[in-house]
């Protein structure tokens, strides 16, 4: 089974820290993801990565950007959290860049700037 | 740019019911579908999926789903729900051989009543 993990469940953050999500996936996907999920808005996509140290921009990049060093790992930095960054955070990844697969998904991380 | 409707935001029903929840989309080249469900503290996972051929797909849990390009639709149907069904769902498209980045829908939350 696929698994993708992320660093923490609940976030709780002040407006203008810098805040680190982490996900990881164990089965040598290529690509990796990372959502926003709001009421009503469903998933939109941040930003996605399809190998190290590359990245492309998703709907909505503003106020984030995305680190990935290895493989395995697809970090999302806030700059400086602002209220309107309090969401739930999914991470997902899926295994080639040009098929259209499943993408496999993290737990989510619940964060509250305030 | 592609979008994805689901025009049902809450859904309640009772047990036995039948289920059709819609899905509509606005690219017009060819495509592949997904349905997503996410239960009550759980990761989101797939139900469903639609490549190419038959248009009526089936998935986990009874799920089915039916793929009407005329119309841009992929609802999701099950002919008689259970509480464990309880959960939102969420219609997802990407553009066909065109990579791996999803378009999600605004989900439908489900409340199945014991």
């Known amino acids: 089974d696929v698994k993708v993990t992320q660093s923490s469940r609940y976030l709780v953050k002040r407006t203008g820290e810098k805040v680190f999500l982490e996900c990881v996936q164990d089965?040598?996907?290529?690509?990796m993801f990372w959502y926003r999920q709001d009421p009503g808005l469903g998933l939109r996509l941040i930003y996605f990565?399809?190998?190290?140290?590359?990245?492309e921009k998703g709907d909505i990049p503003e106020g984030y950007s995305v680190s990935r060093e290895k493989k395995e790992r697809f970090s999302l930095i806030l700059e400086s959290a602002s209220t309107n960054q309090t969401s739930m955070y999914l991470c997902?990844?899926?295994?080639?860049?040009?098929?259209?697969?499943?993408?496999?998904f993290g737990p989510g991380t619940r964060l509250l700037v305030l | 740019a592609q979008s994805v409707s689901q025009h049902n935001h809450h859904v309640i029903l009772s047990e036995a019911a039948s289920l059709e929840l819609g899905c509509n989309y606005s690219?017009?080249?060819?495509?592949?579908l997904f349905w997503y469900v996410q239960y009550p503290g759980q990761h989101l996972q797939l139900l469903l999926k639609?490549?190419?051929?038959?248009?009526l797909v089936k998935g986990i849990k009874g799920f089915e789903a039916e793929f009407i390009k005329s119309k841009f639709s992929f609802n999701l149907r099950k002919p008689s729900v259970q509480w464990s069904d309880t959960a939102e769902y969420f219609c997802?498209?990407?553009?066909?051989?065109?990579?791996?980045?999803?378009?999600f829908g605004g989900g439908t939350r489900l409340m199945v009543k014991p």
């Open positions: 639609y490549f190419s051929g038959d248009p």
């Open positions: 990565s399809y190998d190290v140290k590359m990245k």
């Open positions: 997802a498209v990407t553009k066909h051989n065109a990579g791996n980045m999803l378009t």
């Open positions: 089965m040598d996907h290529e690509n």
């Open positions: 997902a990844s899926s295994l080639q860049r040009w098929q259209s697969e499943t993408q496999y």
């Open positions: 690219y017009g080249g060819t495509v592949n």
